[in-house]
């Protein structure tokens, strides 16, 4: 399918390398470039929050407790007097961390896992099968929780827990994937020419799923900042003193209806930030140029 | 059909074997016991009578087999938060609540959804399908808990016409259901509008319109009959989905569910209740996955031969 697509396309991007070509395809798309800048934007702020934040995070001041907005304190104060704002540029960290790592360690495990069932095929496919089958089955939101809760709450738990039902996906795609491009000329060539398997499946499978890759990791980070801001608003994920989005709204449970800015400003991170995750894996989509149904 | 039929029951009953046992085995090992944290400390002696009550003491294995010879007769223990019952009359006291607040959420997103979803198929590409897929991807992305906190804003704080939180009828519905099920619309809405899109694209369509017949009659003999089959095997599954996730709209409106309940009963580490909660909602999940499936077969005649030979 992909390469029917790509001669269909051909007289329209004749002398545009393969890069040019799905960044112009990338570029068309406004959430999927809201999502990039949006990104790059929110990597600084949660790399540079020690340097640009203007309070520390923990610097608690009973005198000013839930203050609304002033020129002191841009986004006004929590109910410990603690600067929202500072507090809102740390959140990104453990946001950012739980997005990517978890879609990375489910990586790490589901690529080989899935790259090795669909090339071999035969019992460790019937036994990887049945192990996706498995644990697809689990109610992963449930086991999350019962984890984070067994483990203590932190955010390398919070990672971990995550990632024992997000290796499911990437395995399930990865398998899907191999197992066609098995099928293309060119690795049975490298076959015929008794290339050793691990150097075809690094040389001349995994180049050909690489992108589709990409697009299934952007895909699974928002997921994982929705369950970091629900376990923390729970009150089971990130700890205090350590700021974390969702964890600020459970922070503001008694004081919203009073004070609106405890709750208006993480609300608006945590949308704004699924919402451009959402755009980018959209965007990547588009820019791989491939109908993915999985 | 029936070794197919045969063979997903096995699965189901191993994987909740082994869930259980997973479960089980962590809730025993990890440091800080149920006895661990407690206002009054107990001396040596008295800890270890507490441990031979609730058999504690014994070793994990023979603890695991004792646990399931009594929850295969549905006999899950007394919860150590409320001994004066027992975890399965807890959990078939709190099943309703969080079961008709899943429901209606779901009906709810679903009605709303696949509605959206057709009218952005039928008008694939136009500006009403963009605002369309446009608008789902945003309703999407709010929490179901950040929406709750709004809506209790609106209608409670501000209008006052209707209630904050808590239950009493009909009326403490509203906001949860809204809360809850006005977020899913979007991923509703752009599957069925993606199903709708592929079915239409097929050759079979375009030989209907070949043959002269007229769009209301294609759309709805054709296209819909077949969108409806993966339509029907990823919104089933919804269901119990929406019933077993309601935790976080329990807690901002303070229902009396399962939900609460578990997240309750995990931060007290009242073991017999979690593991209750949590095999029981893996039993709900994997028997409506295991129905979906056989329905995929009775539905599309297709699938039914691909079963028998795989």
Redesign the interface.
Known sequence: MTRAKSQRNAPETRYASNWVAAWRRFRRSG?AMFGLVYFIIILFVAVMAPVISPYPYDRVDYGITLQLPTWQHLLGTDYLGRDMLTRLMWGARPMLLVGILTGAVGMVIGVPLGILAGYLGGAFDWFIQ?LV??FS???W???V???V????PSVWNLILALSVSSWVGSCRLVRGLTFSAREYDFVEAARALGIPTRQILARHVLPQIAPLLLWGFATSI?GSV?AE??LS????GIRPPIPSWGQM?GQAGQY??YY?HV?LFP?LC???S??AF??LA?GLRQAIDVNVNV | MLNYVLRRFL??L??LL??SFV?FV??RT?P?GPFGKVEVPMGKKQLELFKAKYGLDKPILEQYVTWLGQAVRLDFGVPFTAPEMTVTGLIFKLLPYSALLGFLACVFSLTVGIILGMIAAAHQNSWLDNAIV?YS??V????A??LG??V??VFA?KLAILPAGGWGGPKYLVLPVFAYGFPAIGGVARWTRQCMVDTISSDYVRTAYAKGLVRSQVMSKHVLRNALIPMVTSFLPMFPGMM??S??IE?VFGLPGLGKQ??LS??N?DYPM?LG??VF??LL??VT?FITDILYGVIDPRVRITQKSS
């Open positions: 959430l049945r089958d498995l089955a689990l109610p939101y449930l086991l929780l019962y984890l809760m067994v483990l203590s928002p929705f801001a629900g608003f729970l009150g089971i709204l919203w209806m609106w709750f609300s945590i949308v704004i699924v919402l959402q755009g959209d | 699965g189901i191993i994987m082994l869930l479960t962590l809730s990890v800080g446009t991807i945003v999407g992305s709010i929490p808990f950040v906190f709004v209790v804003y704080a077993t996730g935790m976080f807690m578990f997240v995990s931060t580490r979690v909660i949590t909602w893996a999940l994997s996955y």
